[in-house]
């Protein structure tokens, strides 16, 4: 599992640590390893270090320190560094003095820097660091829009990346590689900051940290957290999951999140509504009623809402009456966001909303803006907003309606809301998806990820569990189907792969990996 922390948990972290060691360790163990990724990957690029050109976007304070000092020992090893300092009077003074020792270059053009930028062959952006808010300032805009041919190396985070969010709130430098230390920061896991990121290498420096709030999984985790049957299991010990969706409209719907479900680790699935006849015909082994939920047997979760249409406020509320967990989508958040947050209020059992980034918005119309006075907003945010913010939207929607929200897109945010107790992470623990690929971006994928997270709510995951290796194995099944980079997929084949999807990460368990992966940094 890769684990990200808060900047205010790593400040406090680098504290606590620089009081028990030498005066400037910390930085000298975060520049060496910045040097070392610098120095392999001109090694890959050009064969060797020396005569290498690279460019040091020198900003000020420790992040502009890491990157002088790493740019000094480039240097040392024959590099033709050139450091550009974008603030000159507030620049790391023992960092600029080991890059002119090591014989590197210095300019505050900058017409010159950005010459020096476009033909370097290695640039290390160490304008902002993680404690940097807002888009770049003017003197450092430039280099973002600068052609460039070389490859760039962010320092801990891409400048102009909110290292907590990973939103960006002007303009921001796109790095190819990020060398973050002590640990990875949610901005760089988060679209859109994640896609400014690159290949994310993480680099130790001995940081003593709490436990994360924000992490990502990977096979091994998955593969722990799958429900396997036992010998003495049977199809109810397993689970039985029941699935309320499609409409005359939208019948499809049914059939994907029925296909979803019964890949998903249950041990049987019970269909309730319009589109029975459909399912049972294309799914012989589903359980169907064309009732609702009331009358359709006993479950252990319920998936709610994809393609419901006009029957999905009726589902949404037999459902709801169930004490068992359920799964809010599509149509089913159309008519919770018309209820409002107090449609699941009293509910013992778990929630789970699964929207995408409209879904968000209308879900958000309801909720008053943190740190008001509790009057709801007029209108609902453009869906640009949720997309933008996905960590705190998540977060917000999460605490509205005291539910765990998967919030769909780029980067899938799986988002607890906080604990009732004050107990565990204050804000509630957060999931990110590391897989998946664009051509999910196809109808009905997101009703077969319905179906599948689920499931794995009735063989017993909790919310967040369940969210997150739905998630997962969607767009693992996603890269199976598509054959990454591959080309476009239907959602049923993406049901279709997922048997391929859980396999992969059981292999990887076992020590046998196989098949397209989630990716490793570099």
């Not at 952006?125 to 430039?142: C, T």
Request: contains cysteine; hydrophobic residues 45%.
């Amino acid at each position: 599992m890769r684990s990200a922390h808060r900047v205010d948990q790593v400040r406090a972290a680098e504290t606590e640590l620089m009081a028990r060691l030498p005066e400037g360790t910390l930085m000298q163990r975060a520049a060496t390893g910045l040097a070392v990724t610098c120095a392999r990957l001109l090694t890959r690029r050009r064969g060797r270090v020396y005569g290498s050109r690279v460019v040091v976007l020198a900003g000020s304070g420790d992040n502009g320190g890491d990157a002088l000092y790493a740019g000094a020992a480039l240097a040392r090893r024959g590099a033709r560094v050139t450091a550009v300092l974008l603030a000159p009077d507030r620049v790391h003074g023992g960092g600029l003095a080991a890059l002119r020792a090591a014989h590197g270059r210095v300019v505050v053009e900058q017409e010159v820097g950005l010459a020096d930028f476009s033909r370097a062959d290695l640039v290390l952006d160490g304008i902002v660091g993680i404690g940097g808010r807002g888009g770049l300032r003017p003197e450092a805009e430039p280099y973002a829009r600068a052609a460039r041919s070389g490859v760039v190396v962010a320092v801990d985070v891409p400048s102009g990346v909110d290292a907590d969010t990973g939103e960006v709130a002007g303009t921001a430098l796109r790095a190819d590689v990020t060398v973050c230390f002590g640990t990875h920061k949610p901005g760089l896991l988060i679209d859109p900051g994640a896609s400014y990121a690159g290949v994310v290498q993480l680099v130790g420096i001995g940081l003593e940290l709490p436990p994360a709030g924000v992490a990502t999984l990977q096979h091994a985790d998955v593969a722990g957290l799958l429900p396997l049957p036992g010998a003495e299991s049977d199809k109810y010990r397993r689970g039985v999951v029941g699935v309320a969706a499609g409409s005359a409209r939208y019948p499809g719907a049914a059939l994907l999140a029925v296909a979803g479900a019964l890949r998903g680790g249950a041990g049987a699935v019970r269909y309730a509504g319009t589109a029975a006849e459909e399912v049972v015909r294309r799914f012989p082994e589903a359980l169907v009623t064309e009732g609702g939920p009331a009358g359709a047997g006993r479950v252990q979760a319920w998936v709610v809402g994809p393609g419901g249409g006009e029957g999905a406020a009726r589902a949404l509320d037999e459902a709801l009456a169930a004490d068992v967990p359920v799964l809010v989508d599509a149509d089913g958040l159309t008519e919770l966001a018309r209820l409002g947050p107090g449609a699941l209020a009293g509910r013992t059992a778990p929630t789970l909303l699964t929207p995408h980034a409209g879904e968000a918005a209308r879900l958000l119309a309801g909720v008053p803006e943190a740190g008001g006075t509790g009057s709801a907003r007029a209108r609902p945010p453009a869906a640009e907003e949720p997309a933008a913010t996905r960590l705190a939207t998540a977060r917000r929607l999460a605490a509205a309606y005291r539910a765990t929200v998967l919030l769909k897109g780029s980067t899938t945010v799986i988002a607890d809301p906080p604990p009732a107790s004050g107990r565990g992470y204050p804000q509630g623990a957060v999931r990110v998806n590391p897989t998946g690929t664009s051509w999910l971006a196809t109808a009905g994928s997101g009703d077969v990820l319905a179906g599948l997270a689920g499931s794995l709510l009735a063989a017993g995951l909790s919310p967040l569990d369940a969210g997150a290796v739905a998630a997962y194995l969607h767009g693992l099944a996603a890269r199976h189907a598509a054959a990454v980079p591959g080309a476009p997929v239907t959602a049923l084949e993406v049901a279709a792969a997922l048997p391929a999807a859980w396999n992969d990460v059981r292999a990887a368990a076992d020590g046998t990996p196989s098949g397209p992966s989630a990716g490793t940094d570099a």
